[in-house]
């Protein structure tokens, strides 16, 4: 039984700084493209960022170009996402998700995913 299991998220002041994780289990890890999305209140869920199976490749949408950054340790099955000045439209829960795609940023090209991680930015 494939598990992303998120953790990390929580209260933050604007302009603060959240590493969120998520360790998978019941899957080979390192055959799995990785990604972050979020959906926040009233909104679709959205792509944030997403990294390639070695960790050589990574693609930010532009909500986070600058300030995120995502990475991989594939021996601890585990996916990172360092969020740095963050700011009240940041707010959602965030969701990571494993996909057998080449590049994928959009939900259905999605497998699996966890049950997410909230975060909130109060300003």
């Known amino acids: 039984q494939v598990q992303l299991v998120e953790s990390g998220g929580g209260l933050v002041q604007a302009g603060g700084s959240l590493r969120l994780s998520c360790t998978a289990s019941?899957?080979?890890?390192?055959?799995?493209?990785m990604g972050w999305f979020r959906q926040a209140p009233g909104k679709e869920r959205e792509f944030v960022t997403g990294i390639s199976r070695s960790g050589g490749s990574t693609y930010y949408a532009d909500s986070g170009k600058g300030r995120f950054a995502i990475s991989r340790n594939n021996a601890k099955n585990t996916v990172y996402l360092q969020m740095n000045s963050l700011n009240a439209e940041d707010t959602a829960v965030y969701y990571c998700a494993a996909s057998n795609w080449v590049g994928p940023k959009r939900l259905e090209e999605y497998d699996y995913w966890g049950q997410g991680t909230q975060v909130t930015v109060s300003s």
């Open positions: 019941g899957l080979t890890f390192s055959s799995f493209y």
